[in-house]
């Protein structure tokens, strides 16, 4: 569908009202770190640069990675001095080995689970900056590279520490690829489940976890132990990921029947994105076995599917993914079982059944 557009910008994995219950609760300093960071946050959401320019070079061999990792300094100027180019050694920054390892990762998946060449399918660079800002509590895809703060070291540690987030956020480029769903309300929500998705595949294919180890959850290690959660999100469990006096509840519902009709968080896009993550999870544990093999493949044609309208509801989705389970698996299969009840579970009603 083209090329990645700085339309896509502002793809954050710290949602906004995290932060801002930061600001509420915490400290005078951390209250300003907060505000820094939901200062940058907005104003990558504004920025409109045009078509992604792809660097210039010879194309790479499909299936061979080429990254770049820079330097930010502790400013906000993108990208900043090259540390770490493809094929070096690794740096004495963890940080910078981490993003190295955390794209390489996220590329392999691609690579070798779908045959994907990088994120726009056309063997794009991988390039991403660490160090960025001053306390900077966020990590985010702006459409051409990834960006990862340190965190404040109070509630965040650095936001390199998470391959889920990794692979979360430069799956937000491949949806801009292949669907361009809308980024509000239940079409906004449908993207971050699918970053979620893919970000969550990605861990458990490094670490060879079936669905029955793996922990279903999304930024874990990113909390110090000062906060009161184990990760920023859960798919096993919507609701439980953390419950702390600074930070806040958990918001997530895992069903249609708690679904928060909000113009917070674009239309509740991290809130709500709970239900079609859960209805994930209960499809790949009935399924059995390695997540990314069925269900993870279920998704990824859907993603695919050129009748995935950019403003999808949930049942929009909810009826494309089973009409390609059945493509796959046929009507009668396990999996397209799994993934029917899995939608029915959550209160998504699909099309025809």
Not at 249 to 258: E, I, N
Request: aromatic share 10%.
């Amino acid at each position: 569908m083209g090329l990645i557009t700085a339309g896509s910008s502002g793809f954050c994995i710290v949602p906004q009202y995290i932060l801002r219950a930061i600001a509420r609760n915490g400290t005078k300093q951390q209250r300003t770190w907060a505000l820094q960071t939901l200062a940058v946050d907005t104003t990558m959401r504004s920025v409109r640069d045009g078509p992604l320019v792809r660097p210039r070079g010879i194309r790479a061999i499909a299936g061979q990675k080429t990254r770049s990792i820079y330097d930010a300094g502790g400013l906000q100027n993108l990208p900043g001095k090259l540390v770490r180019a493809e094929g070096s050694k690794a740096s004495p920054d963890v940080t910078v080995n981490e993003a190295y390892d955390g794209l390489g990762a996220t590329y392999d998946f691609y690579w070798q689970v779908f045959k994907r060449d990088s994120i726009d399918d056309k063997g794009l660079p991988l390039q991403a900056s660490v160090h960025f800002g001053n306390k900077y509590n966020n990590a985010f895809w702006n459409g051409t590279q990834m960006v990862f703060g340190d965190g404040d070291g109070v509630y965040f540690n650095r936001f390199t520490i998470a391959l889920d987030v990794i692979g979360h956020e430069l799956t937000h480029g491949v949806t801009e690829v292949e669907a361009a769903l809308d980024y509000n309300m239940q079409s906004g929500a449908l993207n971050e489940s699918v970053s979620d998705v893919f970000g969550s595949l990605v861990k458990q294919r490094t670490l060879n976890q079936t669905a029955d180890k793996a922990d279903w959850l999304i930024g874990a290690g990113l909390f110090t132990a000062k906060v009161n959660g184990v990760a920023l999100r859960s798919m096993k469990a919507p609701g439980t990921a953390f419950d702390d006096p600074v930070l806040g509840q958990d918001r997530q519902p895992a069903t249609m029947k708690d679904y928060l009709n909000t113009l917070e968080d674009n239309g509740g896009v991290h809130i709500n994105s709970g239900i079609p993550n859960h209805a994930f999870y209960l499809a790949a544990s009935a399924i059995g076995g390695y997540a990314w093999d069925k269900a993870g493949r279920v998704w990824y044609e859907t993603l695919r599917d050129k009748r995935l309208r950019s403003k999808a509801s949930f049942s929009d989705f909810a009826t494309l993914t089973i009409d390609n389970a059945t493509q796959l698996y046929k009507a009668s299969g396990k999996e397209t079982k799994a993934v029917r009840e899995a939608w029915k579970a959550v209160g998504v009603q699909v099309t025809g059944g």
